[in-house]
C-alpha cells in the first residue's frame, strides 16, 4: 500500500529526485586510457585525504603493450587521476605462464591494511599465483607473496579476495574464492606471515564449487561473523559460525541456497528495518538475481521479483549506494557476457542503476538508468561507488573487460539534493580498518543503517560509510558497533561534512539485537543487566521446566574460558552473576536446555 502522508524528508526526495543525472568523465578525469581490465577497489594508499584507484588488468602481462596492464592510480585532489603504477613498484606484473585462463589472467585487487601500520597493502587474485604487495608508507610497494605465505596454489585460479576479521583478534585475515579449486582461509599471524587454516575452521567449500567472490555478514546476529559464498552455476554456500571457532554449511537453513549463475553481491539495509539484507547478480537467463531480505531470524526471504531487481542480464559488479541522498539505499549493477549460454550468443545490455522507491511510495525500485545517465554496454566486470572528489555525492567506476573504463561523477550535490554525512573509521582494538563495523545514524526517531566490510566480486575497497540524509541538518546520534560487540555513540553532528571516528573515542551505549528463536519456549533469555558493565553482571533465564541450564562462555577469538551449570527445582526465573574475576573484553555466551540453544554477549568495561 502506498503511504498517503510524507514527511518533509520524502517530500524534499520527492522534489530532487529527477534532477539526479551521472556524466561521464573519464577524459577529464585522465582515465580513458585503462581499458580491458577485469576488477577495480579504491582506497587512499598514500594517506593524503582522497581515494585512489587501482584496476586489475583482464590480459597477461607484456611490458610492451599498455592494454595488458593492471594501473594504479593516483587521486590528485583537482578532479584528476595521475597513473603512478611504475613508481610505485607495480612495473613487473604477473604472467600467466601455465593454467589457461579463460576469464582473465589477473581477476581481483583487494585493499586492506593486514599489519595495522596505517597504509593500505593490496591482494592480487590472479590465475596459478596470488600476489601480496605491503605499503612501504612513502608511495612504493613491495612484493612480500612468499614471505607472507599467501601464494595460493600453482593450479589454483583465483578470483577474489576478502579481507576480514574471522577470529576477531584485531587484525585482518584472507579469504581467495577460487574458480577451479578449492577455496583458501588464511589466518593472520601478526608478525607479517598467514597460515592455511581451510581445513580447520571448514571453510574450502564444496570440492566443486566455482567461486566468483565472498563476503562476511553477521547473519546470525550474534556478533559472529559468517561467510557467504557465491558459487557459479550451483548452489551458494553460506557458512555459518556460532561459536567463533568452527563454520558450518548452512546455506539451506537460511534458505540462501541460490542456485543461479552467481557473481557479485552487495549488501545493505534497503527497507529501512536495521537488517542487513543481501543481492545477488547471476546470468538472468540461467536464474534471475535474489535479493535476500533478511527476516530476522536467521531466515531470507527472496523479494527480487516483487521489489523490480531480478533482471540485470548477464550479471557482475554490484553495489547499494544512496545516490540521491534521500535516505535509502539504490541499487547499482553491471553486466556484460563473456561467452554463450545453452548454445545462444547472450545479448549485451545496459548497466543498470535502480531507485529505491520506499520513502516516496512503498518498498520496490525503479529503473531508472536512462534518466540518470548510467549506461554502457562494454561487458563491464568491477564496480565501485566512492566519492572521489570529497563534494559529498557518490561517484561510480566500471572496469570494463574489453573497452575503456567507465567514470561516472555524480551531480547530485550540484544539483541541491538532499544531506550527505561520510565517516571514516578507524579500529584500535578492532582491526584498523574497521572491517565488520556497523554505523547507524538517527535523526529524529528515525534509523538509517550501514555495514561496513569494503567487499566486492573482483574488489576490496576502504572508504567513508556514506549516508544521504534528505531534508535534515543535524544528526541527532551516530552509533558505532565494532567487531568486539562495543557500541559507542556520539550525538548532534551536523551534516554536509565527513568526519573520522576512531575507537574508543565516543560514549559507550548499550545495542540490543533481534532475538533468535530457539524453537520451543524451554529456555526465554532476558538481557544482562547491567550490559556493558564494569565489575559484575547478571544472566536472567526463564525456564518453562524444571532442570538444568548448562552455560558455555567464550572470549571475544571463541576460547572457551568457562562451562558450568546451574539447577532449577521448579520453573522459574533464574539468575546467573557474571564477569567476576573476568578481564576486560567482549563474552559471547550459549546456554542449553534440553536442547534448546540461547546466545549472546556481554561486554566487560575497562
Given at each position: 500500500?502506498?503511504?498517503?502522508?510524507?514527511?518533509?524528508?520524502?517530500?524534499?526526495?520527492?522534489?530532487?529526485?529527477?534532477?539526479?543525472?551521472?556524466?561521464?568523465?573519464?577524459?577529464?578525469?585522465?582515465?580513458?586510457?585503462?581499458?580491458?581490465?577485469?576488477?577495480?577497489?579504491?582506497?587512499?594508499?598514500?594517506?593524503?585525504?582522497?581515494?585512489?584507484?587501482?584496476?586489475?588488468?583482464?590480459?597477461?602481462?607484456?611490458?610492451?603493450?599498455?592494454?595488458?596492464?593492471?594501473?594504479?592510480?593516483?587521486?590528485?585532489?583537482?578532479?584528476?587521476?595521475?597513473?603512478?603504477?611504475?613508481?610505485?613498484?607495480?612495473?613487473?606484473?604477473?604472467?600467466?605462464?601455465?593454467?589457461?585462463?579463460?576469464?582473465?589472467?589477473?581477476?581481483?585487487?583487494?585493499?586492506?591494511?593486514?599489519?595495522?601500520?596505517?597504509?593500505?597493502?593490496?591482494?592480487?587474485?590472479?590465475?596459478?599465483?596470488?600476489?601480496?604487495?605491503?605499503?612501504?608508507?612513502?608511495?612504493?610497494?613491495?612484493?612480500?607473496?612468499?614471505?607472507?605465505?599467501?601464494?595460493?596454489?600453482?593450479?589454483?585460479?583465483?578470483?577474489?579476495?576478502?579481507?576480514?576479521?574471522?577470529?576477531?583478534?584485531?587484525?585482518?585475515?584472507?579469504?581467495?574464492?577460487?574458480?577451479?579449486?578449492?577455496?583458501?582461509?588464511?589466518?593472520?599471524?601478526?608478525?607479517?606471515?598467514?597460515?592455511?587454516?581451510?581445513?580447520?575452521?571448514?571453510?574450502?567449500?564444496?570440492?566443486?564449487?566455482?567461486?566468483?567472490?565472498?563476503?562476511?555478514?553477521?547473519?546470525?546476529?550474534?556478533?559472529?561473523?559468517?561467510?557467504?559464498?557465491?558459487?557459479?552455476?550451483?548452489?551458494?554456500?553460506?557458512?555459518?559460525?556460532?561459536?567463533?571457532?568452527k563454520y558450518n554449511e548452512s546455506a539451506l537453513a537460511y534458505r540462501i541456497a541460490d542456485e543461479g549463475a552467481s557473481m557479485g553481491t552487495a549488501i545493505g539495509d534497503c527497507n529501512n528495518d536495521g537488517r542487513f539484507d543481501i543481492y545477488i547478480t547471476n546470468i538472468y537467463n540461467h536464474l534471475p538475481n535474489p535479493l535476500f531480505i533478511d527476516k530476522g531470524n536467521r531466515r531470507y526471504e527472496n523479494k527480487a521479483k516483487a521489489y523490480g531487481v531480478e533482471n540485470t542480464g548477464w550479471g557482475w559488479g554490484t553495489t547499494f549506494?544512496?545516490?540521491?541522498?534521500?535516505?535509502?539505499?539504490?541499487?547499482?549493477?553491471?553486466?556484460?557476457?563473456?561467452?554463450?549460454?545453452?548454445?545462444?550468443?547472450?545479448?549485451?545490455?545496459?548497466?543498470?542503476?535502480?531507485?529505491?522507491?520506499?520513502?516516496?511510495?512503498?518498498?520496490?525500485?525503479?529503473?531508472?538508468?536512462?534518466?540518470?545517465?548510467?549506461?554502457?554496454?562494454?561487458?563491464?566486470?568491477?564496480?565501485?561507488?566512492?566519492?572521489?572528489?570529497?563534494?559529498?555525492?557518490?561517484?561510480?567506476?566500471?572496469?570494463?573487460?574489453?573497452?575503456?573504463?567507465?567514470?561516472?561523477?555524480?551531480?547530485?550535490?550540484?544539483?541541491?539534493?538532499?544531506?550527505?554525512?561520510?565517516?571514516?573509521?578507524?579500529?584500535?582494538?578492532?582491526?584498523?580498518?574497521?572491517?565488520?563495523?556497523?554505523?547507524?545514524?538517527?535523526?529524529?526517531?528515525?534509523?538509517?543503517?550501514?555495514?561496513?566490510?569494503?567487499?566486492?566480486?573482483?574488489?576490496?575497497?576502504?572508504?567513508?560509510?556514506?549516508?544521504?540524509?534528505?531534508?535534515?541538518?543535524?544528526?541527532?546520534?551516530?552509533?558505532?558497533?565494532?567487531?568486539?560487540?562495543?557500541?559507542?555513540?556520539?550525538?548532534?553532528?551536523?551534516?554536509?561534512?565527513?568526519?573520522?571516528?576512531?575507537?574508543?573515542?565516543?560514549?559507550?551505549?548499550?545495542?540490543?539485537?533481534?532475538?533468535?528463536?530457539?524453537?520451543?519456549?524451554?529456555?526465554?533469555?532476558?538481557?544482562?543487566?547491567?550490559?556493558?558493565?564494569?565489575?559484575?553482571?547478571?544472566?536472567?533465564?526463564?525456564?518453562?521446566?524444571?532442570?538444568?541450564?548448562?552455560?558455555?562462555?567464550?572470549?571475544?577469538?571463541?576460547?572457551?574460558?568457562?562451562?558450568?551449570?546451574?539447577?532449577?527445582?521448579?520453573?522459574?526465573?533464574?539468575?546467573?552473576?557474571?564477569?567476576?574475576?573476568?578481564?576486560?573484553?567482549?563474552?559471547?555466551?550459549?546456554?542449553?536446555?534440553?536442547?534448546?540453544?540461547?546466545?549472546?554477549?556481554?561486554?566487560?568495561?575497562?
Amino acid at each position: 500500500m502506498k503511504n498517503t502522508i510524507l514527511s518533509l524528508f520524502a517530500l524534499i526526495s520527492l522534489q530532487i529526485a529527477h534532477a539526479q543525472t551521472f556524466s561521464r568523465i573519464e577524459a577529464e578525469a585522465n582515465l580513458a586510457h585503462i581499458a580491458n581490465t577485469n576488477g577495480v577497489a579504491v582506497a587512499d594508499y598514500d594517506q593524503d585525504g582522497d581515494l585512489d584507484i587501482f584496476f586489475t588488468g583482464y590480459k597477461n602481462f607484456n611490458l610492451n603493450y599498455p592494454d595488458t596492464w593492471s594501473h594504479l592510480m593516483k587521486n590528485n585532489g583537482d578532479g584528476t587521476f595521475s597513473n603512478v603504477t611504475i613508481e610505485a613498484g607495480f612495473d613487473i606484473q604477473y604472467i600467466n605462464e601455465g593454467l589457461y585462463a579463460q576469464r582473465g589472467e589477473k581477476m581481483g585487487a583487494a585493499w586492506g591494511d593486514y599489519d595495522n601500520d596505517g597504509y593500505p597493502d593490496l591482494f592480487l587474485a590472479n590465475s596459478r599465483l596470488d600476489q601480496l604487495y605491503h605499503n612501504n608508507g612513502d608511495g612504493t610497494f613491495t612484493d612480500v607473496t612468499a614471505q607472507a605465505g599467501v601464494e595460493g596454489c600453482n593450479v589454483c585460479y583465483s578470483s577474489s579476495g576478502l579481507w576480514w576479521d574471522h577470529d576477531r583478534d584485531g587484525d585482518l585475515d584472507l579469504y581467495v574464492s577460487v574458480l577451479n579449486n578449492e577455496n583458501i582461509m588464511y589466518q593472520n599471524n601478526g608478525d607479517g606471515t598467514f597460515t592455511n587454516i581451510t581445513e580447520l575452521t571448514g571453510l574450502k567449500g564444496a570440492d566443486n564449487a566455482i567461486t566468483w567472490a565472498a563476503v562476511a555478514i553477521d547473519a546470525g546476529r550474534d556478533n559472529i561473523l559468517d561467510l557467504y559464498c557465491m558459487n557459479d552455476t550451483q548452489a551458494n554456500e553460506f557458512f555459518e559460525n556460532r561459536s567463533g571457532q568452527k563454520y558450518n554449511e548452512s546455506a539451506l537453513a537460511y534458505r540462501i541456497a541460490d542456485e543461479g549463475a552467481s557473481m557479485g553481491t552487495a549488501i545493505g539495509d534497503c527497507n529501512n528495518d536495521g537488517r542487513f539484507d543481501i543481492y545477488i547478480t547471476n546470468i538472468y537467463n540461467h536464474l534471475p538475481n535474489p535479493l535476500f531480505i533478511d527476516k530476522g531470524n536467521r531466515r531470507y526471504e527472496n523479494k527480487a521479483k516483487a521489489y523490480g531487481v531480478e533482471n540485470t542480464g548477464w550479471g557482475w559488479g554490484t553495489t547499494f549506494l544512496d545516490y540521491d541522498h534521500d535516505g535509502d539505499e539504490d541499487l547499482a549493477a553491471v553486466n556484460g557476457p563473456i561467452d554463450e549460454l545453452y548454445g545462444a550468443v547472450q545479448p549485451d545490455i545496459d548497466n543498470v542503476l535502480f531507485k529505491n522507491m520506499l520513502l516516496e511510495e512503498d518498498m520496490h525500485f525503479n529503473d531508472v538508468s536512462a534518466e540518470t545517465g548510467f549506461l554502457g554496454k562494454a561487458k563491464s566486470k568491477g564496480l565501485e561507488a566512492f566519492d572521489y572528489d570529497q563534494d559529498g555525492d557518490l561517484d561510480l567506476v566500471v572496469a570494463n573487460m574489453e573497452e575503456g573504463c567507465y567514470f561516472f561523477e555524480n551531480d547530485a550535490v550540484e544539483n541541491n539534493a538532499g544531506g550527505w554525512l561520510q565517516v571514516k573509521l578507524q579500529g584500535t582494538t578492532s582491526n584498523r580498518d574497521a572491517f565488520g563495523t556497523t554505523v547507524k545514524i538517527r535523526m529524529g526517531d528515525r534509523w538509517l543503517h550501514r555495514y561496513h566490510h569494503g567487499a566486492a566480486i573482483f574488489g576490496g575497497s576502504i572508504k567513508p560509510v556514506h549516508f544521504g540524509v534528505g531534508a535534515a541538518t543535524v544528526i541527532d546520534e551516530i552509533r558505532f558497533t565494532w567487531l568486539t560487540g562495543i557500541t559507542e555513540a556520539i550525538y548532534d553532528v551536523p551534516v554536509n561534512q565527513t568526519i573520522s571516528f576512531t575507537e574508543g573515542s565516543g560514549t559507550m551505549v548499550e545495542e540490543t539485537l533481534d532475538s533468535i528463536p530457539t524453537g520451543g519456549a524451554i529456555v526465554e533469555q532476558h538481557l544482562a543487566k547491567p550490559n556493558p558493565f564494569m565489575e559484575e553482571t547478571t544472566l536472567h533465564f526463564e525456564l518453562a521446566r524444571a532442570g538444568t541450564l548448562e552455560l558455555r562462555v567464550f572470549s571475544s577469538i571463541g576460547k572457551l574460558v568457562y562451562e558450568g551449570n546451574a539447577e532449577l527445582v521448579e520453573p522459574g526465573e533464574l539468575e546467573l552473576p557474571f564477569g567476576a574475576g573476568f578481564a576486560a573484553g567482549v563474552y559471547f555466551y550459549e546456554a542449553s536446555m534440553g536442547g534448546k540453544v540461547m546466545t549472546g554477549r556481554v561486554v566487560k568495561g575497562r
